[in-house]
DNA sequence: GATCCGAATGTAAAGGATTACATCGGATAT
DNA sequence: ATATCCGATGTAATCCTTTACATTCGGATC
């Protein structure tokens, strides 16, 4: 390992070759004679030379980089996100840079200007709101724009995305709780704004519906964080549910948290379901019956989906749908014969 | 907004000027007279213009980005530190990779040689493992190397690093449990080789020792995550230990996990005690009592630290320790009289 | 034996910004 | 009026790699 890092030119040198050859070993072997081949990759192997990245970006326009960024780094969902995109980003060539918005529009822009100046070569957002300096990009390139969107699927975007069936898994929860014998069933869901909730949200009504339930359902509108939700959680207790959904596990966190603190129990007063299956759900008391999302899949097909922009690979479809789960544990159970009433 | 990003050549003919007074306005406008410099500044805005970075970066040889490598994302505790990180480093005109080592060492060596292709300028790892490929690097610039560690103080390393006094805020924990009147204590440390967690042990066994209860401390190999944190638990729970420390937030989880699926009552049967006060420590069952460490700031003063590295700016410190604090909500009480026995 | 072909390799332009150095013009000093 | 200086600006080299195009050379074809 030399001091500083050895240019093509050195390499080229020491092998006896031109330049050209040295960069043709690299990136097209083939093309290179085996003997000259082995007599480069021998030179690299002792110099320790890596090609410059700036040098090979300016001259091919590529960055080899993608742009990941989430609304809430803190949160552990888009945590396993990451994860999955990471690794498919590593598999296709390319690093991720991650950039928490934190659910600031001012900083979504910043990072997407990343992508207007060719900083990255394109940008996965998990957020619903796209970039407002995006938009020329998108009304020029339309569905080849190299951006892709994470869970917050929304046809109106006309952004290419990776999720679930947000509405059939809510329905599905729903089913579950009614299966149950639930007919007071609370709901928390994410802001309004979010796409994901209110699919959530139309699939919990049109479950309860089907199953002559409207009526019984409360909804309370969350943020996806636990704070909220213990007050909402409260308040549902108030009005005699015997059932929460929340559309977080975070959130069914802190409503297990206001069920203690109202000294009910769980699963035997009230039940509660929650949303995403994080690592922790399983040690939660009593562990979460909870939705699956396959979170570091979601990462690894957004990561796919935006290299076969990258490539101008003609992918069938730019609107993928993967399976979600219900983890049934024990936070959920029957209701108790007598409507649960609050004590002290 | 054209439809390629214009160059520099473009604004400076479009301004009537050289490139290289394009280029001063941009970077050094005190250098350009006032008429200049306006005159400039409206082409940039009417244009779109902003600098090719991978020009610029090939010219300067910077460029502009930290690499951020954590053990592991999913950690809600990494989440916070990155966050931390990536404001920091905005506020000085970086921005950051964040790298998933998922504990691997190959992995780490191949982020590290990001560095060495000076794809970053610098390395913040929050492992406790300098990746072999960076040894001629330290050997050749030692303290004046670009790397900077977060959290895992060791002094061998050789790395500058923020961290809080481990083994301080270890005691104060198993001062507390003491205070309270217990006597059998269990704790669950992180992994051996982890050094966060050898000056954790080393300040739990001190305290111990200092109150003549070396013999009430029961310790138990975890390795930060909950799953094992369970066995652990069960584990002393049969010890008959009324209170358990555990490293970290998640083996809390799981303890109290484990309390409850004994059919044991947290804090009345046994204490809890956690390391970190993650978000979500408050909504555990109880509320979990722990030790805060200032997990934003550690990711911001390893970004400033570093910049100043890069700058070369003689920092008076390359060791930060920051503050700690003992967050006492209500899984610790005094335990009870009789010492807790398993029921069924 | 001349011609052609293709594989292997070389030459040199291009990519876009920064910056050392040169130049210019006007103000100041003498 | 001349010499000097300084602020503002321009010129052009440089950073390193990739790649279109040119060249070379041995072998096949006629």
Redesign the interface.
Known sequence: ?T?L?PTIIEVAALAGVSTATVSRVLSRPEQVSEDTRLRVLAVVRET?Y??????R??RTLR?A?ILLTVPD????FF??V??GA?EAA?DAGY??????T?HDPEVED?YA??L????VDGLIFLGHRLPASLA?LMA?RGIAAPIVNGCEYSPDLGVPSVHIDNAAASADAIGHLIGLGHRRIGVVTGPEISPISRDRLAGAIDAATRAGLRDGLHIRVGDYS?GPA?VHTRDLLAQDVTAIFCFSD?MA??A??AI?DAGLSCPNDVSVIGFDDL??AR?????LTTIAQPKAMIGRRTVELLVDILRGVDSPSRQVTLDHELIVRSSTAAPARAPARRRR
Chains 1, 2 share one sequence.
């Open positions: 390992m001091v890092m320790g890596a090609p410059n990245v700036a040098a970006s300016l960055a980089k780094i803190s949160n552990a945590a396993s990451i994860r990471e590593r690093s991720v840079v991650v950039g928490d934190r910043q200007d990343m207007s100046r060719r900083e020329p020029r636990a213990v975070e966190m802190g297990l948290s203690g690592p922790l040690y939660f008391q009593p562990p």
